[in-house]
Nanobody, 125 residues
């Protein structure tokens, strides 16, 4: 079992930056693909970014590509999401997720086994 806890959310200014963190505990997540998803108000959950266990393979949603960087520190059991040039439409609850079944990042939320509780990010103008 892996427990994931997100942090770093809050009220942000449009055009600003944020860095979300997701700390894992329990079983090692060295061989786990880690992803970030988000659920905007009134909408379904959507893929944001994911990274394989070594950090050598990443995937991004088109909506954040070029503005977002996912990274991980396996020694600290932590995955990060750096997002720049924030937009109002980035407002959402952001979730960290883990996938122990695959070697490469998936954009499908149903392929992830472990989920954090989420952290709210609100972008204001």
């Amino acid at each position: 079992q892996v427990q994931l806890v997100e942090s770093g959310g809050g009220l942000m200014q449009a055009g600003g930056s944020l860095r979300l963190s997701c700390a894992a505990s329990g079983r090692t997540f060295t061989n786990t693909v880690l992803g970030w998803f988000r659920q905007p108000p009134g909408k379904e959950r959507e893929f944001v970014a994911a990274i394989n266990w070594s950090g050598g393979i990443t995937a991004y949603a088109d909506s954040v590509k070029g503005r977002c960087t996912i990274s991980r520190d396996n020694a600290k059991n932590t995955v990060y999401l750096q997002m720049n040039s924030l937009k109002l439409e980035d407002t959402a609850v952001y979730y960290c997720a883990g996938d122990r079944q695959r070697w490469t990042p998936s954009t499908n939320d149903y392929e992830y086994d472990y989920w954090g509780q989420g952290t709210q990010v609100t972008v204001s103008s």
